[in-house]
């Protein structure tokens, strides 16, 4: 799922500081799972910065909502009066949901108060880790289930670099190396041959670099004669 | 100086926590009255909201009390209670506000004494520092 | 729901202290929102005021109740329980507020705030009162009379005859193959695999031998002891023939005595690795070194320790082995002894007392501690029940019960927790012993009421809750969304407290209870 | 010959061949490079010019290379991956190729958390695998790895680094033989001081039959101070440096000399290693000793091969 992590207080107050009317819009999927922007999040947040305002002496009004899906128009717009309603709005979603608002109502200036870190998995509670890049050709099968490029530093497919020291990797001791975790389990499936082969250049136009990716699936995309009135315009 | 007597709420437990308090009044010990509690069954229940809440409400200061870590009747409770605790202390400094308006202590049932010492501690704070936005534009 | 209060001062308590002015808390209550009715009562704990609150009640159409006594704790629960019956009323629409001890005891010096403070909480207490929900509890019967029993030690046996004696089925789960003759089964070469269920009706998964099979029971006492065997193993190369002071306590009542040279050591583990030195041996230590100083005399004792904790009336018996002549060796754990059986056994230790260097030529050892229990972290595993970082299970809050571990219905005792004397061991396995026949003595089981319950609405299914509640009462339903059980659910709210998309409330403790009491509270000057 | 530098032709000859480091300067000064090439000019077959080392902005390697061959020194130009996508390295090699770089020296690179840019982009489009192995293509073949054939093919002396002492262990002399399936004429291998690990990984090269398929120059560093040791030892990931090395260093009067003399030690060790077939002198920051090191170890004169 998307991990994300709140910026600093002090970033957001900056980012709203110009405005009066603070709307502040969680989302239940992802970013609650991970702690950082379901109505919790929210509500803290909304509290804060009211304490903030309080204490500077001003008066900054701040509301706070949450969304099933922030990256889903359907959900945005359940709180569209409380969007046009408001100066600024504070999205605490991952970066989808900010822009889905944004696209949504593009008068309407929207700031994150997420960072959106990666693709990433709860290793316990608290600790969350990257495991995919999202480079649109996906290899594990190759690697025994573990991903070389997101979870070696410098995405390497030809094995651990001269780095790899005890297991850990030279940018981070405290994490493990991705190619000795491969090759452990490798070891363990009795598939090490797999160790052996050159892997040529990684085809990357598949990821990011080939462009912004959209994806289309014609049987499941509805038709011009599908779409009712006014959703058909946007 | 602040106009009013300093307001102090305190999220208190009702195991070891109110019973400290229980104790510390049974046997004599005064302290200042300034302090608002209020139970709660074990200080895991508290949430960050609820510290902030009260700060916005007017309480000048806001502290949890629980049991001893390594006593809780929950537990783990008061283990959380503490990560709470300091969860809304970074949130708070980050806002330029005193992080020490926020505080968790912990006490047993038998330390007569815990309590006085936590409440002054509280109100010296509170004093200190006034309510919040006492001082005028912030920082 | 109607949402009217009725307040019920009882002067005697409130006015206890002469710090509070009752008479104005009346009229601050008579003028509170939602107060439907006020009343000053001279005893409320009396059955003639309870008549007369009940028949106020039902005049006045109220359907909570807000009573002003002295602390929660000194409230009897028949008056609670009489008045509701009367009133017909949920027992969760029924709230006290100490006044006495959160304003009148603490600021006796201060009248004029103690009074405004206390007209404050009174309305807190109120706006809470207003807000509080009819609750429920579930009562469920308990299928067995079955107390469990894990371990046929010391303590184990205890607590199986105690709780045998008082008319429960007790079932001993024996490890090894020792036959012993106890009051009800026991079941040897067998051992707890998993735990289904919740206090009073729990269904353990026994393996016995080769077989597998279920056992219902009522409470479990963990009875697990301390490695012994481990014990020994460590000191055998040193010492062939030491032994745990248990021994030597038997030995010594049944009158034999040993000869020669006898050293008795606080731990088997002298560098303090795996068992620390013990606390509660000491008694028995010092018993068993004057028994023996005095019933043979040429027998030379030393005790050798990292630090003597006699304590209380044992000072005595330190006295008065020193005075018999018992020679105390204290040394550094740093510097621990160095045993030696090459030519015959010896012992080679640094007197930190004399900071001189003894070596002792010895016939017998005796060491007054154990290493935990290795099968404990199974034990803990399959009861899920959480162990100290010493590798004995935990005890629960002392507020619990010394005996008690953080799950209702499941006992800990003896050399399970950590080391114990055999005294120390016997005495608790009866205290597990009773409380567990207790417990099942019961017949039925309560749960439900000040419970937490999930908003599936709400719910990320995240398993936040699921990973911290310590009872293990949330777990994810059919529905993918979190649930709570409710026999499993403690009251506590961390899962409440925690959630991160407010998805779980605690009844009787909600977010808007809490918040309301505390604005109101925050609301009086004084 | 494939390329027919000094380094390829004293390699091919069966020579004991010597590499020496030359570490670009900070600045656009060209005159540390000058300096250095006249200095230790003789007493290596040929230089490495590093690529921004450990993360650090520095003159280019290709630039430094190119100012080198001024004073008529034999240039390895080291190329790594962190900063250049396959367009850009093929480009410049390119480029190094036409102004007569011979030798190439492929590394994935040390990751730009270590240097003084830390908040750059990293590439990585290629690691030191895919990167030798489009490299020589292009030589051979002239493909270019987007398909592109060429008709003017560069030409190449390819070389690979390899650290014995990152782990797995059990998986170093597999990856060696990975860059050499991909075409790497030589090996510099991460400096050695565990000569006992070296030699388990020799073995292994060996029974693979690796040092009949490509040079194997083994790396050493001459240390200042004991310091400098435990540093490698503790700090540097993949670096293995015993106890004892340490503790001589510790004990030495004059640590410099010590330093010198354990580096003429190891080198005199490495000599009588089979399937070693040469030494890359890395005096990080202090090149000047590098003629006494080599002279010292007995490899001067450097032989001239036709």
Redesign the interface.
Known sequence: MIIAERKPLGEIAMMVAPHEKVTVIGC??CV??C?AG????V?TLVSAMKLKSMNEGRTQYFDGF?LERQCEKEWVKEVEDKILAADVVLSMSCSLGAQTIGDLYPEKIVVPGLNTAMFGV?EE?GVWSEKCLGCGDCIIHTTGGICPIARCAKSMLNGPCGGSSNGHCEVNLEIECAWYAIYERLKLQDRLDLMDTVRPPKEWSTSHSGGRRVIVREDAKLTPHQIRGKEASL | MPD??P?I?G?CCE??GI?S??L???S????D??I???R???T????G??LL??LE???DAVFVLG?LEK???????SI?GRK?VAYVKSMLSEVGIEPERVEMFNA??SMSWKF?EIASNMVKVAARLGPIGSRGGGR | MKRRVQVVICRTCSGAADVLDVDRLLRVASDAPYVGSAVIVNYACNKKSISEIVDDAKSKEVDRLLLVPC?K?DVSPTLFQAYVKKAKMNEFLMETV?L????A??????PA??Q??AE??LL?AIARTALLEPLHKITEDMRTKNVVVIGAGVAGVEAATTAANLGMHTIIIEKSEKKLKVPGVMMTKSRVISTEGHAGNYSLSIEAGEKRETLECAAVVVASGGDWSDAERRFIDAAPDSKPLYQLDRDVSEGKTPDGTVIIIDTPDPEGARTAAQDFAWEEALDCAIEIRKKSPATEVYLLFQEMRAMGLAELAYKEAAGLGVTFVRYDAKRPPEFDSEDGNRVTVLDMAQDETLSIAFDALYYASVSPNPDNIAIADALRI?MSPSGGIRR?????GPVTT?RPGIFVCGSAKFPKSEGMARLEGRAAGLLAAQFAAAGEVESGG?VAEVAPE?C?????CV??C?YEAPFIGVAGKAEIAIQMC?????C????????IE?HH?T?EQ??T???V?????? | MKAGSNLEKVLEAGKFAVTAEIGPPQSSNPEPLTHHARMMKGSADAFNLTDNQTAVVRLSSIASAAIIMREDIEPVIQMTCRDRNRIALQSDLLGASAIGVKNVLCLTGDHQTFGNERAAKSVFDFDSVSELYTFDKLRTEGLQSGGTVIDDKPELYLGCAENPFATPYEFRATRLAKKVDSGADFVQTQAIFDMDMFEKWMDEVRSRGLDKKTHILAGVIPMKTAGAARYMKNKVPGMIVPDYIIERMRNASDAKEEGIRLCVEQIETLKTIKGVHGVHVMAVMWEEMVPRIVEMAGLLPRPTVK
């Not at chain 2, 004599?28 to 302290?31: A, I, S």
């Not at chain 2, 006593?71 to 409770?77: F, P």
């Not at chain 3, 409440?496 to 998805?503: Q, R, V």
């Open positions: 239940r999927s609650a799972i702690l379901g109505e919790k999040e509500d949450v709860p509670q | 009013r007597e307001k709420v999220f195991k070891h019973d308090v229980d510390a009044a049974r004599g010990r005064q302290y009255s300034s608002r509690l209020v709660v069954p074990c895991g229940r508290v949430d909201t609820h809440k009260a409400e007017g309480a049991c006593n809780c009747y929950y537990d783990t409770g959380e709470r047993s049932s006085s | 602390s704790k100490d006495v001890g959160e304003a005891l603490p600021h006796r010096d201060d705030r103690a405004a403070k404050a909480k807190a959480p629960g809050s002392i507020q619990r953080l000040s709400k990320s299914a995240c398993l936040t990973r911290t310590p403690q009251g506590c709210g961390m409440a407290g925690i959630c991160p998309s407010k998805a605690l403790f977010d809490l918040l009491e505390a604005a509270y925050l609301r009086g000057d004084f």
